[in-house]
Structure formats: C-alpha cells, structure tokens
C-alpha cells in the first residue's frame, strides 16, 4: 500500500485498487483485534483504584515524586554542602546552608533546603552530586493547605560528612560534632535564606511536625 | 417486474401505534388522545433513557478498549454517572457568544433533535411496536436522518467562530458524500424485498436475512452501509466535524449546558438510528433467526419474543460501532473524500447493478420454502 502511494506519477493499476482495499481492510482487522483483546481481558486495565487501594498502592520505583537525602544505618549522610546540586538547579530549589561553624571538615551541611512547590523534579540535582547524596522516592501524597509548608529540609543533622564521622574515635566525640536539624525536631532554621512572597519571621516559626 | 418475489408469510400480525390510535378514535376520540399522549411521553422517555444508557455504555466500552476502567464513582461502576451528568447539564450556566446569531444559535441543537425525533417514528421495534408503519419508512428515514445536518450547519455558522465553521462545512461535505452511498447499499436491500416499508422488509428475511440471502451483494452492500453510516453520524474514524485536534470541538465549540446536551442527545440517537437500520435492513430487524429447513431449531428461535430480538441486533450493531470508534484513527478530509468517491461510491454503483440482476433472475438463497 506504501509503496505505490510514494509515487504519486504511476498509475494504479485496477489490482492495485483491490489489493490496496484488501490490505487496508486486513489492517483494520488486525486493529479491531488488538482492541477486542483489551477488552476481553480486564486484567490488561492499568487503572489503580486509588485512594480505596492505598493500602497496596505499588508506585513505580523510577517515579520522581520527592526529594529526599540518603542516610545510612547510623543516620550520617554524605553530604559536603559543595552547592554543586544548588547550582545546578534551574529553579533555585535547593538551598544547601553551610554550618557557621564547621566542627571537624572545611564545610559542613547545617540545613538541606528543598522547596517543592517550585521544583520540576527533572532529576539534575540527584544526577549531579559526587557523592550520591540525593535520591527521588515516589511518595507522591505530599498536598498540604499551606504553600509553606511545602518547604522541605531534607538533612537530619549539621555536621561533617559520614566518613568524617566514622574516623573519629568513639561515639560521644562523633556526637560532639553533630547536633540535631531533623524535620522532626521542629522550626528548621532557614539561615536567612529568602523565600519569595513568605515574609521572614513566618519563616522561623515555621513548624513542619509530621511532615515528610 | 417483481414477479419472481416470494409471497411474504404473514405469521406476524403488523400493527403500528398510529394504527391504533386511528382505530380507537373511531370508538373514544377521548381514549384515543390520551392514547397518543402516552405514546409521546414514551418516545420522550425512551430518547433520554436510551441516550444516557448510550453514553454510559460508550463510556464504559471506549475505556475498556484502551486498559482503563472508566467511570467508577457513581453507584456500582459507575453506573449513575449519566443521571448526574444530565443533571450538571441541566443546572448549567446557558453561555451564548456575544456575536452570535441567537436565534439561530438556540434553534440549531434543536433541529438536530427533532430530526433524529422524526427518524424514531419508522423505526419498528417489534412487530407490535412501532409508531408509524407507512409505505415508504426507508425514503422517511434517509430524508428526515439528512435534515441533521442542517441543525449542524447552521450550530456551526450561528456560533461566529471559526473552528464550529469550519467543523460545520466538513460535516456538511461529508454527509452528503456519505448519504450516497448510503442509499445505494440500502437500496440493494429495498430491490430484493421488493418495498419500502418496514414491516415488509422485516418479514421478507423470514427465510433468511438479507446480508447473506443475497449471494455477496447483500454483504458487500451491508460493508458499505457500516461504512456510509459511520460518516453520516459523525462517529470516529470520521469525526471530522469535531476533530478535536484540530477545531477543538467544531460545531460544537460554542455550546455548553443544555444546547450542548441536545446536540450530544442527537448524536446518541442517530447512533441508534443507523443501528436500527442497519439491523432492520440487513440483519432482519424483530425477525428471529431461523435457518432453513431446522424446524426445531427455528421454533427454539422464535420462543424469544422479536423485540428482544430487534435490541440484540441494534446491540451488537451499536458495540460494532463503538469498536470502531475506539480502535481507528481519524481520516484526513482528502482521505474522506477519496473513500467515498473513489472506492464506495463505484463499488456501490457496481453492486447495485449485480443486485438488480440477480433479482430479476429471482436468484438468491432460500427462495424455495417462502
Ligand atoms: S529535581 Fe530539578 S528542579 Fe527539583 S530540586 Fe532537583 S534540580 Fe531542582
Ligand atoms: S547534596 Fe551532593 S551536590 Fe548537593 S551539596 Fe551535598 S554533596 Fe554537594
């Protein structure tokens, strides 16, 4: 049928005209099969009933719904705050704050700042970190009432990195070097980072209990 | 001419509720009237019954051809989902464009229903039930179905819009293309049982129906009518006039509310309209099957009373329609236009000829017993 519809100069011949009705009808079978087959199995359905089955909801893993920062069995993480994932955010989503006062390295992450009102979770953050910091998991129930809330801090402690960590000596001069910066533990301290239309005292007081 | 016609068996007893109607006037004009007023309410009652049953089934059918559920909220599986949709259409705002023609405007939805309306009148849904049985049903239906458009034409000018224009113009190059070939495939039909009346058709196809009593003829002619009748209505893969790629929604672009649910009521009816011809004509309509000369298993057949037998039929050719709809991609307009013109318009025309051969040679399949 192709073949001949390329050459729009030659004539048809009449068997031609016939054998192209013929493959097109054959096509449209083939067509309608497929069809009938889709709806003569109902399991081939990709509909999730949701929220009924939240309960074994099976997201697909490469799904990109949250930023989150990978720690280890001890609850260290990697991170150097080198700010190569801020800059290469083209939404100035990630705000990566250094500690004021580095215990033990050069730098040292106080806050991991991610917004996710303003991020495209196009994956360049997570691409771009040397240490493989970051990570997207497809925990997608993130709505909330409040935009500001919406304003993650991904790192649970301000402090140097794990490898740092696991040369010290003994546990209590690995907890000298840390201390607490857990969503859970309350207002995150936003280190003066401006976040556009939310005034700044909002911002301190801000209490993300339950959240992430 | 028709001398090699077989004389119809009248076992069915044909009565038509104009029929009567006429026949009680002449007892109680008072009974008579509120006779007919039950009618009408039942033909309204079965327009809006059938159309949401339509929908809903379109709806379920369409989202199953492509892995999905459709709706699933409204009752178990959905199955209240076209009540509360009618009723969203009913309480909606009535937006008219500022540069509309209003008049026309509001007349165009309407014309649309009323000439599907007109169409119902032939349709006979059993041999007890139809509600006018007149000598040319098959001429009544094709001329009122083509007023249709007309109601989409003039949708489509009145709106002042470009798109509902354009999908106006398409649909009114369409139609008249399609309705050719349409009427030749019929016509097939109409030679071999020798009438136009429906009734007379429907009881011609005892023997056999009429899609493969007449050799090949009958089937080609039943090809090109699902095809024809496809593009008259509008449906995928001839959805031009709304082509909503392209004209976003064509004719229809400007109405919203209860102007937009007429023209969706005139779709779904001419759904069933072409259904109920395309089974009356060629599938034997409330004519149960039997097969030649397997009496028992005719007399099984005739246990199922015609009116279910005329539903199945229109079923099975509405889930036809709907396969397709579902499954083909649409047609460009030159596409379209070749189609018609270059491929069922000659096949038809040469189709036609055979049949008016074969009929006067009285050559097709079980002659004998009828
Ligand atoms: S996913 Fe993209 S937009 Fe979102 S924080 Fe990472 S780099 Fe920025
Ligand atoms: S998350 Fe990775 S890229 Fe971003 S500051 Fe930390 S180490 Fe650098």
Known sequence: MNDTSAQPTRRIPITGYFARIFTGFVSLLKGLK????????????VTQQYPENRATLKMAERLRAQLTMIHDDNGYHKCTACHICEQACPNASIHVAERAKPALSKTELDTFIWRLDSCTFCNLCVMVCPFQVLQMKSTFESSVYDQRLLIYNLSRYAGPTSTVLAKQADDEARKNAVEPRSVYDGPTALNGFFLAGIPKELLVTLDRKGEV | MFNSLPNLQVSWEVISVSQRVSTTYGES???????????????ILFMSLTAMTLVYTERKVAAHFQCRLG??????HGILQSIADTLKLLLKEDIVPDQADKAMHLFAPVLCVLAALLALIAIPFSPYLAVSDMNIGVLFISAVSGLGVLGILLGGWSSNNKWSLLGAMRAGAQIISYELSATLSILVVVMFSGSMKFSEIVQSQDQGWWIWRAPVVGLVAFLIFLVASTAEINRTPFDLAEGESELTAGFHTEYSGMRFAFFFLAEYLNLFIVSSMGATLFLGGWMPLHIGNLTFFNQVM?????????????????????????????????????????????????????????????????????
């Not at chain 2, 004009?29 to 033909?43: E, G, K, M, R, S």
């Open chain 2, 29 to 43: 004009p008072i009974l008579a009237v509120v006779y007919a007023l039950a009618a009408i309410v039942a033909i």
């Open chain 2, 71 to 76: 709706p699933m909220r409204v009752g178990w």
């Open chain 2, 302 to 370: 005739d246990l199922i009373p015609p009116g279910l037998w005329f539903a199945l039929k229109v079923s099975g050719f509405i889930f036809l329609s709907m396969w397709f709809r579902w499954t083909f991609p649409r047609l460009r307009v030159d596409q379209l236009m070749k189609l018609e013109w270059k491929v069922l318009l000659p096949i038809g025309f040469i189709n036609l000829l055979l049949a008016a051969i074969l009929t006067l040679s009285g050559f097709y399949f079980f002659p004998g017993n009828s």
């Open chain 1, 34 to 45: 497929i069809t009938f087959h889709y709806l003569s199995h109902p399991s081939t359905v």
